[in-house]
């Protein structure tokens, strides 16, 4: 099965810069879709980014859209976050996800995605 292991958390003060990191292993399909969601404690897992990794299509969140930039190295079968200008309100734990068999065409519910990292966290204080 598809493994996900994500680092890169840590905790920052509002303004700064953290990127996340998701290697990805013992893959079978030539591509899929990958996302980066969150959930902060009390409240649903959201997506805040996801992209198709054949034909690079990426969407964003509105709440992290601007601040927030996804990319693939597929040399390195790694999905990064490059998360800038941090908020308080981005405080959650941070996963990476991934499945083959949904059509990627914007942002998803978490219970659409098979695979999943075991999380990062991601601490803002202001």
């Known amino acids: 099965q598809m493994q996900l292991v994500e680092s890169g958390g840590g905790s920052v003060q509002a303004g700064g810069s953290l990127r996340l990191s998701c290697v990805v292993s013992?893959?079978?399909?030539?591509?899929?879709?990958m996302a980066w969601f969150r959930q902060a404690p009390g409240q649903e897992r959201e997506d805040v980014a996801t992209?198709?990794?054949?034909?690079?299509?990426?969407y964003y969140s509105d709440s992290v859209k601007g601040r927030f930039t996804m990319s693939l190295d597929d040399a390195a079968n790694t999905l990064y976050l490059e998360m800038n200008n941090l908020r308080p309100e981005d405080t959650a734990m941070y996963y990476c996800?991934?499945?083959?068999?949904?059509?990627?065409?914007?942002?998803?519910?978490?219970?659409?995605?098979?695979?999943w990292g075991q999380g990062t966290q991601v601490t803002v204080s202001s």
């Open positions: 992209i198709h990794t054949g034909s690079g299509r990426s």
């Open positions: 013992r893959y079978t399909h030539s591509s899929y879709c």
């Open positions: 996800a991934a499945d083959h068999t949904i059509s990627c065409r914007g942002l998803m519910p978490s219970a659409w995605f098979g695979s």
